[in-house]
């Protein structure tokens, strides 16, 4: 059973106080679920969400499928997103995605079977100047090669 | 008052409607899923689009608001091209499983395709899968891939219900109505959604399968279900009732109507309907036709002084029965001791906030008229203080013995009496507990008659006869007549019975060859 | 239509046309005892006539790969039926891919006037006619042949699948 | 040639900071504002024909009029979801000038008499909001942000709002369903969001390029603004270069500049010296130029609107010959067909069935006559949706179509790209 922290609930209830309406506090709140649930929003986490945040679930479940930021499936440790999008891909977003999926043994969108790692490919993320590009959990990563990309997620995965 | 053209055709306006309402008024075709007069407006499924003189791009009907000397027209090639294949974004992705659809004969999807649609299909890629036979509670059963996404439901549960259980999920083609997690969708008026789904996306599971909508006709009457007296049309064959929906009536219930009034078609089909008249003679059930019981009630009641009888009456009669049995028991029977049996004298002004109520007769409001008019009437607990004072009882007893829940409690007590006369609609285990000189007589239902139910407002509204199930059984104003010894005509009654047998009933009639 | 008598002595006389009658007969019961395989009856109800398979005779409810029925109870059938003479019971299927079917499906052959309606209102190919034409029965309810007798009887060997398969079905748009 | 007007100081790292960036010059021009009414600066920016920087073009000045005066409560929404594929200035701006943002909205936020502003910024732009955050903070401490600012009796408060990652979320009334709390789903207009908009009040809905441009309308003028670029295109605007450039980047070029001078001069030329093919001029969602094409545009709204094409967010994605133009329809396709909203029925299955179509000629399944249907669908999607993202997938199919029309039929024909290779991808 899924329960946030006391800070987490703190979080919750400023929020909850910050906008003009209780439905604008659901994306902060649902960042920070996901933040305290390993990188994903469980679906017992959306009904505690509901409970304590005193709106329906229905609404919470729409936001959550919503947008594609947050995770509805587990992610890996690393959540590496590579932008396919036209900029990119020009420039072999497409090859880099396939390279990395080999090189690490996953398929995309999926998390991998150590769970350390999940490659997905995703939109546009507004670095078209500095293509192609991933973006591992918070951080941007430009003007990638299959072979530096590769680098810098082995670094990361050996530095865990 | 705006006047405007529409198609041609001009009208005059109230002010501040839609185009599509002014469209609807003028009862033009127009092409529509996702607008319902009831919810607010979502203007997604872009069908309505009309063409404005002065307005280069089409324009949804349901989101303009009619301007003095606005020119409007749906008839042109531009819209026909656009509904054509508006509708064709609609079926691509639509499963053509019609057969399987219980929604199919009443389909808008169906409906609107024959009369707008391009019949000229040209997808040739696979479609989304989704879900399918979501179990969605009691009963609603969902499936996800039949939705056009018109979010008539979802802004129901908002708006209407006020329980939000639904929602859209995820976005683009693979867009799902549902619950989360499909939990339940139990409110008390969810089958509402069904009505107002356009096409086979939410179905009741109470309907679901049991008739093709085709084979069923329909007529206006009243739900009979609380004292709110909701509008409905009551959807039957010669096999039976089978769902009742709610009709417009804005006085009364708008759009809609609960879960609960729906059931009611339950106990007036012939499975719950006591058939034959019953007395119990020497400890043993004898049974007649409904007429010959009240004439030997009729008989054993005049043996009785008329401080000997009391009178239990509930307000599940029209005005015009209750009138002539209030009438005769008063004038012919000469008992001044009438009763109002309440269902639930507790919660007998509960109300919800938008339809249900705790008085469950249809009628309380005319009943009560009824006995000032005679200043006559008292409450259960007068009766039950004064029971020894009496020898024998008159039930006009309620027509839905499921909204009577102390029912086997009450006849407990009734049983005390020598004679205990009961006018009933349906059967019920508890009338075992009667005694000897127990006369059941077998009475009409609602749909099976024609007078008046007075409402919890005052308001009288009218029903007429739906269909006969039971051509035998009597109304009030008959067992009444027979109890004090008048005769009835029964020769003008009309002779068939509903067939229980479906559609080659002719089978069991060949016998040997 | 008249009968034209030809006037004469002759034709009052019957026995020359009895004696060339049964000419005619002996020859053809001697050509029939030494050509055997030529003769034009059947030695009924020993022997049956076989109908081309495109004769609409007795109705047949197809199956699926699996076995079970193929119909999905949409009630086309008995709605176009001019006989009234299918009657239907849908029931929820477990299989959620499947959704409907049928319990219950009977047709009354007595009243079945063999119009083959149904056969055309079917959306799924569910029901066929075949060539079996004749089936005899001691009872008004013999007549009545419900699912059993439709879809699994001996004659059938378990059934005949319907062709409908997944990649139809999506050509379709099902 | 570059004008550095916006992007002057973008170089410096103080000018990040509000120490550094008062010592550029910062925050003055909030004071001049404060000595003019606010009716004084929307005149100033209607006159300096400011058009909206986001997409769409409407001139801001205008778009401020229309708010109703009846004492309602207004919000000024800063568009900072910047989701157009190819578009990246916004976030530049964010991360290096944040305080020319804020100055600009709370400038504006005075002339509309707004109590209140939100900047949402799209999920994915973690680093941006920090440095936002940081910026807001320094500008509360500061005083510009509060009750009465710099004794001007006028009361601002200035929040972040981070989105999630939806594209549509970018769209006026999409972001303000979002800001509610709701799925970004677009409202249906009219009521317009200048009439009702955020919780029903009165909102303005601005690009941070737009709001940042305010600034340098009030501090220099209308009329110093209209020296750069055309007559009915004026000032200057960030273009976000992407795609077989030598140097891709954000670049400031007034209004009415060549786009092969874009290309040449600012970005470098052509990667490896190879031959143009085509340009998008104004992100994904614009009908893209064949070369020929390109030659005689020049980069401002009346120009491109001429040339069937819009100049949208700015954002030029510049394709060599390397680039089979089916594979860069159907990779753009994708992106509409993941981020339709799933509201209107023509958009939510219309994107996914052009997606479909172009997938399968793709994937070497296509018919002749997909390529006529693609143009009968696309047509069918333009203008029947509440918002414009149907528009958005429906103008580039039509322009790669018809201006590419023999290679999705080699590509038919052949089952093959004309130009290269293209696999099929995991």
């Known amino acids: 059973m899924f329960k946030l922290s006391d800070e987490g609930i703190n979080f919750v209830k400023k929020e909850l106080a910050r906008y003009e309406t209780k439905r604008s506090a659901i994306i902060p709140c649902l960042y ?38 947050f995770n509805k499936k587990p992610v890996g440790k690393l959540h590496v997103q590579v932008c396919n999008n036209i900029s990119c891909c020009m420039l072999g977003a497409r090859e880099l995605t396939d390279h990395l999926c080999k090189t690490f043994n996953v398929k995309p969108e999926e998390i991998s079977e150590d769970g350390k790692i999940t490659i997905s490919k995703v939109e546009c993320l507004g670095s078209c100047d500095t293509a192609p590009m991933m973006q591992i959990n918070d951080d941007y990563h430009e003007n990638l090669t299959p072979g530096s990309a590769e680098k810098i997620i082995k670094g990361m995965l050996n530095g865990n | 008052m705006p006047k405007i053209t529409l198609n041609g055709k001009s009208i005059e306006v109230a002010d501040g409607i839609t185009i599509i309402e002014a469209y609807k008024q003028l009862d033009e075709p127009i092409a529509h899923y996702c607008w319902h007069p009831g919810l607010t407006i979502a203007g997604v499924c872009r069908l309505c ?125 693979r867009s799902e109505v549902g619950t989360f997690e499909d939990k339940p969708l139990n409110n008390k008026y969810s ?55 709610p009709r417009f009536n804005k006085d009364v219930n708008g759009y809609w109507m609960c879960d609960e009034g729906r059931d009611i078609y339950k106990h007036i089909n012939k499975e719950n309907r006591m058939v034959r008249g019953r007395y119990k003679k020497d400890g ?172 919890y407002n005052g308001l009288e509204q009218k029903v007429d006869v739906v269909t006969t199930l039971l051509s035998d059984s009597l109304n009030l104003e008959e067992t009444v007549e027979l109890l004090v010894g008048e005769s009835v005509d029964m020769s003008q009654r009309e002779k068939e019975d509903m067939h229980v047998m479906k559609k080659n009933y002719f089978t069991t009639e060949r016998g040997r060859l | 239509m008249s009968i034209v008598k030809k006037p004469g ?124 034409w004749q089936k005899p029965g001691a009872n008004g309810s013999n007549f009545t042949y419900d699912i059993q007798e439709l879809a699994y009887r001996p004659q059938l060997k378990g059934g005949i699948e319907s062709r409908l398969d997944e990649q139809e079905r999506h050509d379709f748009g099902i | 040639m570059e004008i550095k007007l916006l992007t002057e100081h973008y170089d410096k790292k103080e000018f990040r900071f509000i120490e550094g960036y008062k010592k550029l010059g910062g925050y003055e021009t909030l004071k001049k504002a404060f000595s003019l009414k606010p009716e004084e600066i929307i005149n100033e920016v209607k006159a ?50 944040p305080h020319q943002l804020i100055e600009g909205m709370i400038i504006s936020a005075y002339a509309i008499n707004s109590p209140k502003s939100y900047i949402y910024v799209r999920g994915e732009y973690n680093y941006p909001i920090k440095v936002l955050e940081k910026a807001l903070q320094e500008a509360y401490d500061a005083g510009y942000l509060g009750k009465n600012i710099l004794g001007s009796g006028f009361d601002h408060d200035m929040d972040i709002y981070r989105g999630a990652g939806a594209y549509i979320c970018g769209e006026e009334t999409g972001m303000i369903s979002s800001l509610e709390g709701k799925k970004g789903q677009p409202k249906l207009k009219p009521p317009f969001p200048a009439i009702k908009g955020y919780l029903g009040q009165p909102t303005i809905v601005n690009n941070v390029e737009t709001l940042a441009a305010v600034k340098y309308i009030i501090r220099d003028g209308a009329e110093a603004y209209r020296k750069y670029g055309t007559e009915k295109s004026a000032g200057t605007k960030l273009f976000s270069v992407s795609g077989n450039v030598n140097k891709p980047g954000t670049y400031e070029v007034p209004l ?58 700015g954002a030029v994605i510049v394709m060599d010959d390397s680039n089979c133009m089916v594979d860069m329809l159907k990779v753009t396709l994708h992106f509409y067909h993941h981020e339709s909203c799933g509201q209107c029925t023509p958009c939510r299955e219309g994107t996914g069935w052009i997606h479909k179509i172009v997938s399968s000629i793709v994937n070497g399944e296509g018919r002749l006559q997909d390529i006529d249907l693609l143009e009968k669908i696309a047509q069918q999607m333009m203008g029947r949706t509440i918002c414009a993202l149907s528009d958005a997938a429906a103008m580039p199919t039509l322009g790669f179509i018809t201006k590419f029309k023999d290679e999705f039929e080699f590509f038919v024909r052949e089952g093959r790209s004309k130009v290269k290779e293209v696999r099929a991808h995991a």
């Open chain 1, 32 to 69: 920070r679920v996901q933040k305290e649930n390993d990188g994903w929003v469980s679906p017992e986490s959306v009904s505690y969400l509901s409970e304590l945040m005193e709106l329906p679930e229905a609404w919470i479940n729409e936001v959550l499928n919503f947008y594609t930021m």
């Open chain 2, 49 to 173: 689009v009309v063409e404005i003189e002065g307005n280069p791009r089409l324009q949804i009907a349901c989101n303009t608001v009619v301007q003095d000397g606005m020119v409007v027209n749906n008839n042109s090639e531009k819209v026909k091209t656009a509904v054509k294949w508006g509708l064709d974004f609609h079926l691509i992705n639509h499963p053509l499983d019609c057969p399987i659809c219980d929604q199919a004969g009443e389909c808008e999807l169906q409906n609107q395709y024959m009369e707008f649609g391009k019949y000229d299909p040209e997808m040739a890629e696979h479609k989304v899968k989704k879900r399918k036979v979501v179990d969605l509670g009691e009963r609603i059963v969902l499936d996800t891939e039949r939705c056009i996404l018109c979010s008539r439901c979802v802004r129901f549960t908002n708006e209407v219900s006020k329980t939000n259980e639904l929602g859209i999920f995820n976005r683009g083609d």
């Open chain 2, 191 to 245: 089958v509402n959604t069904v009505d107002i789904c356009p096409v086979g996306a939410l179905t009741s599971k109470d309907f679901r399968f049991r008739q093709r909508v085709w084979y069923l006709k329909d007529k206006p009457s009243i739900c009979t279900g609380c004292s709110t007296g909701c509008s409905v049309n009551v959807y039957y064959n010669e096999e039976g009732i089978f769902r009742l929906k």
């Open chain 2, 284 to 455: 043993a059930w004898c049974s007649t036709l409904p007429l010959e019981t009240a004439k030997k009630a009729g008989e054993k009641l005049r043996t009785y002084s008329a401080d000997q009888i009391a009178v239990l009456v509930t307000g599940q009669y029209t005005n015009e029965e209750l009138d002539v049995f209030v009438n005769y028991a008063v004038n012919k029977l000469g008992t001044k001791n009438i009763f109002h049996w309440k269902n639930n004298p507790d919660g007998w002004n509960e109300f919800d906030g938008l339809l249900l109520r705790g008085d469950k007769n249809p009628n309380s409001k005319g009943l009560q008229k009824v006995l000032q008019k005679h200043t006559v009437g008292g409450e259960w607990k007068d009766l039950v203080n004064q029971i020894d004072k009496f020898k024998a009882v008159v039930v006009a007893g309620p027509e839905n013995l499921q909204a009577y829940p102390d029912l086997k409690e009450k006849i407990g007590t009734l049983a005390r009496l020598e004679c205990v006369v009961w006018a009933t609609a349906d059967d019920n285990i508890a009338f075992e507990g009667l005694m000897d000189f127990t006369y059941l007589i077998p009475q009409k239902t609602s749909v099976e008659k024609s007078g008046h139910f007075t409402n």
């Open chain 3, 9 to 132: 002595a002759i034709s009052n006389w019957y026995l020359p046309g009895i004696i060339s009658g049964m000419i005619f007969t002996l020859r053809k019961m001697i050509y029939n005892i030494f050509h055997k395989d030529k003769m034009p009856t059947l030695n009924y109800p020993e022997e049956k006539y076989e109908y081309s398979p495109r004769f609409k005779g007795q109705h047949v409810l197809t199956v699926k790969k699996d076995g079970s029925i193929r119909c999905t109870a949409c009630m086309l059938c008995a709605t176009n039926c001019p006989a009234q003479c299918i009657k239907i019971v849908a029931a929820e299927s477990e299989d959620p891919s499947v959704e409907k079917y049928p319990i219950n499906y009977e047709i009354d052959v007595l009243r079945c006037v063999y119009c083959g309606y149904c056969e055309e209102a079917c959306p799924v190919d569910a029901i066929r006619m075949g060539p079996e």
């Open chain 4, 48 to 97: 300096s024909g400011l058009r909206g920087r986001g997409g769409a073009g409407f001139p801001t000045g205008v778009k401020w009029s229309f708010l109703p005066q009846n004492g309602e409560k207004r919000y000024l929404l800063c568009n900072a979801d910047e989701g157009e594929p190819g578009t990246f200035k916004d976030r530049l701006m964010m991360e290096r000038a």
């Open chain 4, 256 to 313: 009415g500049y060549p786009l092969m001078d874009l290309i040449n001069n600012e970005c470098g030329g052509m990667k490896n010296g190879a031959k143009l093919k085509a340009v998008i001029p104004g992100g994904s969602s614009a009908p893209i130029l064949t070369a020929e094409e390109v030659q005689k545009t020049t980069m401002d709204y009346e120009c491109l609107a001429q040339m069937g094409s819009m100049l949208g967010s």
